[in-house]
């Protein structure tokens, strides 16, 4: 499965009618019942192989049994990870047992389990007991299938330096530049916004073909039930003024919460909502054409937010974009392939303290779950990833 954008649930068929022919009322007889099992299996690495249902009788038909047997996709798609059957299984009186095979494809690419069933219906000569059974591929592959298609910008700009970079082009990330942020969040937990995912120490992490990559995963760590990156630049790398470009291409689902982000120096000591906080890039990812750009600052005793969003022709997750802040004295707009977002003055603030002309850190983040986006449900793929090709800073 490698675009899934429909649920992974599925409308149980009604009972399968199984009508009985007329047997012109002579001796009653007995009914088989037909059942189908759920079948487990790895994916493979290249070709096809065979996943094979069995259909079995709870007695030899005594007389012709039909069954139409259809498969309907789950998170695994027909043509793309197998392939569609719709045909009528028949067996001949004495036989008790058929076997119905579905061919999977395999590849050599990670991908989440993917299902899909096997729906029994319009039986005869029998009585349906299971209406369908569960096929599941399971994931056998560890290479994050990594693109390069959408926009880029150039890598130098008229009468700006580049003073900072990371291309992602090594084989791990450059902690001399970048820190994970490690678990829950606790004691404020869920990092503030109640987020679901537990941020690990590099687990999450991949560098692939000039890409730094962070995959949300479906899996129990500390308490939580999913596992995500979280890195910063704070305390190592720091920023006020000039370009910045951010080339991403993000991940999608309910409940997926990527952000590209930055907050004031200052955040160790002033702390949160003094410190500001620039959201160059947020996107929730179940509204996959709209994305965020949102300030966040001290107002009063409490805090304030401005935020601004963009909606896009195509579906945000299917290319790389770059996001953009280009940041002045006072003045701060941010972009989508060198269209605009949104601007932020200093006279937004309403009179508020403006943190935004000073040094702010970068962070990169997967959150799954929170506040804003709601909690992951059946319709959710994982893995996830979100892939960054490139931050550069000209000034
Ligand atoms: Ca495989
Ligand atoms: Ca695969
Ligand atoms: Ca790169």
Not at 14 to 42: A, M, Q, R, Y
Not at 102 to 107: E, Q, T
Not at 168 to 190: E, I, K, R
Request: glycine share 10%.
């Amino acid at each position: 499965m490698r675009n899934l954008t429909t649920a992974g649930v599925f409308l149980l068929i009604s009972l399968g009618s199984c009508k009985k022919e007329s047997t012109g009322g002579g001796t009653p007889e007995t009914t088989p019942n037909l059942n189908i099992s759920d079948v487990f299996k790895p994916e493979g690495n290249g070709g096809n192989s065979n996943m094979d249902f069995v259909l079995k009788l709870s007695a030899p038909a005594t007389k012709e049994v039909s069954v139409r047997v259809t498969t309907k996709e789950g998170f695994a798609k027909a043509g793309e990870d197998f392939i569609a059957v719709d045909q009528k299984v028949i067996f001949s009186a004495g036989e008790s047992q058929k076997t119905v095979s579905i061919s999977i494809v395999g590849d050599d690419l990670k991908e989440g389990v993917d299902d899909f069933q096997l729906a029994l219906s319009e039986g005869v000569n029998c009585t349906i007991i299971s209406n369908y059974a569960t096929g599941t591929i399971d994931n056998d592959d560890t290479k994050i299938p990594v693109t390069d298609i959408g926009y880029t910008t150039p890598t130098s700009y008229t009468g700006k330096t580049l003073v900072w970079a990371d291309e992602f082009n090594g084989s791990a990330l450059n902690t001399g530049d970048w820190n994970y942020d490690v678990g829950d969040g606790c004691p404020n937990c869920g990092w503030g916004n109640n987020e679901l995912e537990y941020y690990t120490a590099g687990d999450n992490l991949y560098m692939s073909n000039g890409k730094m990559i962070i995959e949300a995963r479906k899996e129990s760590k500390g308490s939580k039930n999913y596992t995500s990156s979280r890195l910063t630049t704070m305390g190592k790398k720091s920023f006020k003024f000039g370009r910045i470009d951010i080339r991403a291409k993000l991940p999608k689902g309910q409940g997926i919460w990527p952000a590209l982000w930055m907050l004031g120096d200052n955040f160790p000591t002033a702390g949160w909502p003094t410190c500001g906080e620039i959201d160059i890039l947020e996107f929730l990812g179940h509204d996959l054409t709209k994305i965020y750009s949102t300030i966040h600052f001290k107002s009063g005793t409490g805090s304030r937010n401005i935020s601004k969003s963009y909606v896009n022709a195509t579906p945000i997750p299917d290319e790389y974009h770059v996001y953009s802040l280009v940041w002045e004295t006072d003045k701060m707009r941010m972009l989508i392939d060198d269209k605009l977002i949104g601007e932020f003055l200093v006279s937004d603030l309403g009179g508020a303290t403006y943190p935004f002309n000073d040094k702010f850190f970068f962070l990169f983040n997967v959150a799954v779950g929170g506040n804003w986006p709601g909690s992951p449900n059946a319709s959710t793929y994982f893995p996830q990833w979100m892939f960054v090709d490139y931050v550069r800073v000209f000034q």
